[in-house]
Structures are given as C-alpha cells and as structure tokens.
C-alpha cells in the first residue's frame, strides 16, 4: 500500500447504526497518507487472524484490545486493500477503495 499513488476511498461512518450507515463520501489519497492514519499503518496488530481466501481475496481480522478496534480487511491478489470494515468504540467505519486502472504504456 506504500507504492500506490493516488487512489479513491469511498467511506460511511456511524455512531448509531439504528440511523444507517452514514452518508456516503470519497476522498483522494495516497497509499502513504492513507496508512500513515491507520492503526495497522505500522505493519503490526497485536491479535491476527486470517479468514480465508475467496474467488483470490483474502480476509483478514485484526483487533487492537486496547483500544477496543476490530478491522476486518479484505486484500486484492496484489496485496492492495479493497474493502475494510472498521468496529470501535460507538462507531461503524465501512470503506472501499478504488484504484486508477493502469494504462497501457503502448497506447
């Protein structure tokens, strides 16, 4: 995630999941910005679980005790984030990421 460029992020966040889930809103930032902000940004988790891998993606359950965080991350075959759903303390922050297509260096 380090290495992508920009990418589009599109999030909802709650604090009363009985309203929804929030309205909806895209931001643009780098790969670096983006885990600079994050509590996994480090590389590490104290709790890891891996969920299993499905049509390539794979799961990932982190959980940070301390601060009452669970995330739930699915990766791409590449290793990019495509998909998080974050649980804390009185909020639900559900994100999917969108990534520019590479074009083709010969067009």
């Given at each position: 995630?380090?290495?992508?460029?920009?990418?589009?992020?599109?999030e909802?966040?709650?604090s009363?999941?009985?309203?929804?889930?929030?309205t909806?809103?895209?931001?643009s930032?780098s790969?670096t910005?983006?885990l600079?902000?994050?509590p996994?940004?480090?590389g590490?988790?104290?709790?890891t679980t891996?969920?299993g891998?499905?049509a390539?993606?794979?799961?990932?359950?982190?959980?940070?005790?301390?601060?009452?965080?669970?995330?739930e991350?699915?990766?791409a075959?590449?290793?990019?984030?495509v998909?998080?759903?974050?649980?804390?303390?009185?909020h639900?922050?559900?994100?999917?990421?969108?990534?520019?297509?590479?074009?083709?260096?010969?067009r």
């Open positions: 995630m380090r290495q992508v460029g920009q990418f589009s992020l599109h909802r966040v709650t009363d999941t009985s309203r929804g889930l929030g909806p809103s895209v931001l930032l790969g910005r983006f600079d902000s994050e996994y940004g480090t590490q988790a104290p709790v891996r969920l891998v499905t390539g993606q794979t799961r990932l359950a982190l959980a940070y005790p301390a601060e009452g965080l669970q995330i991350l699915t990766l075959p590449d290793g990019k984030i998909h998080e759903v974050l649980a804390a303390p009185k639900l922050i559900i994100r999917s990421f969108v990534y520019p297509t590479p074009t083709n260096p010969d």
